[in-house]
């Protein structure tokens, strides 16, 4: 007896990072309504399945779409803008006078399409992110078929989009309750950074998180001046704040984490923080390099993010699998640590957990959504291969990336989007290029 289903893949490898990173040769993996329903021997899945379509990849690895635990979309508008700077020159000189004159409605829905055009390209089919506008973002996220978890954003100074901290989380989880139904999209309370919050509104964002059960997306600890503002201004470090105002919990995202000492690691293990880890961006900035290897040891969850565009300057998990393995071995002088398994974990199913999702998506799991990617390995910059795994950690590049579906509908393809043109997209950035380029003189 046959089973109906809407799509089969069959790869020449398969890697469902769930149990483990192991390439499986000659399986397929079945989509029903847009979630895995098996992952078979080839064999098998000829005789067990009806498909609507097939699809052979001959010469791609099929794995999980990737999951982008960090990101500020919309600043794709900002890319290049400030480079070569330290993270509070950068933030004072360019960004906000920049986002200042320019953050709207418009730009967050246009900035997120452009974002999210880059993110599907590149084989990333989720999103967590942190900005402006979400109704917005929503509206781009819905368009393009991606995934994403969307911040309602706490800060303390006003900006074109609230006056405050009450008007930001008011318009946030209005935005929420508008979009609550949509499958693609969800959201989490996003509290700038403990330098930009006040005691008040963290607490405010305690009981929210607590009350929804909402992750807590936070900046934390990502330079040495962080740390010394908060030693000057309350007495203690950003970590043993956000536990005094009850933040240290499961509910925690800890972005970038890069200046802990092993007493907070140990916190945080304890407390079920999750992290995400922005190698890219932590070097051009020059806040650090964040201690992945004891965080996993001390078994914290740790997904990988790419922070914006502004500060990158590319959306690209190939790029940070690759330079999170190679910062942690330089930076531990521990060729061992954070192998390739471990980097691909990351930037897949780790990316999931830090961001609350990993019941739904980061892994090859029957029961869950079909975010999948396929990467084509028939190319002589990829050859030979004796590993898989380590070749996409260590080799291949996001131009490699052939085919990627979000929820069983294929949404990219051979690096062109299903619903947005290209055309449309250069001439949306040739736009607010000229309208930057314009206020800037």
Known sequence: MTERVDLLLRPRWLIRVEPDCTPLAGHALAV???????????????????????????????????????????????????????????????????????VS???VRDGTTLAAAEMLRGGITTFNDMY?????????VDRTGIRALL?????????????????????????????KDHPRITF?????????????????????????DLTVHLH??????????????????????????????????????????????????????RVAHCPSSNMKLASGAAPIAPLLDAGVTVGLGTDGAASNNRLDLFMEMREAALLAKLSSLDATALGAHQALTMATLGGARAIGLDHEIGSLTVGKWADLCAVDFDSV?????????????YVAGREHVSHVW????????????????????????ALWQNRIEQQAH
């Open 151 to 179: 911040g309602v954003v706490v800060i303390e100074f006003a900006s074109a989009y609230a006056s405050g901290p009450d008007d930001y989380l008011g318009k946030g989880l209005a935005a929420r309750d508008s979009w």
């Open 220 to 273: 934390v600890h990502e330079t040495r001046h962080e740390v010394e503002v908060s030693l000057a201004e309350h007495g203690e470090r950003p970590l043993a704040r956000l536990a005094r105002l009850g933040l240290m919990s499961s509910n925690l995202l800890a972005v970038h984490s890069v200046h802990l000492n092993p007493g907070e690691i140990e916190a945080m293990a304890r407390h079920g923080v």
């Open 32 to 102: 029903r309504n847009g979630r895995i329903v098996a992952v078979v021997p080839a064999d098998e899945a000829r005789e067990r399945f009806v498909a609507d379509r097939v699809e052979d990849l001959p010469e791609h690895v099929l794995m999980p779409g990737m999951v982008n635990a960090h990101c500020h979309a919309a600043m794709n508008l900002l890319r290049g803008l400030g480079d070569d700077l330290a993270l509070m020159d950068w933030l004072n000189q360019a960004i906000w006078p920049a986002e200042g004159r320019h």
């Open 132 to 140: 402006f506008f979400p109704e917005a973002a929503a509206t781009a």
């Open 406 to 429: 979000v929820g069983g509908r294929l949404v990219a393809r051979e690096r062109r989007l299903v619903d947005v043109e290209d055309g449309e997209l250069m001439a949306i950035s």
């Open 188 to 212: 989490a309370i996003a509290p700038h950074a403990p330098y930009t919050v006040s005691d008040e509104s963290f607490e405010r964002v305690r009981n929210l998180a607590d009350e929804l």
């Open 105 to 107: 409605a418009d730009f």
């Open 381 to 393: 910059d990829l050859a030979p291969c004796f590993d898989p795994v380590s070749h996409l950690v």
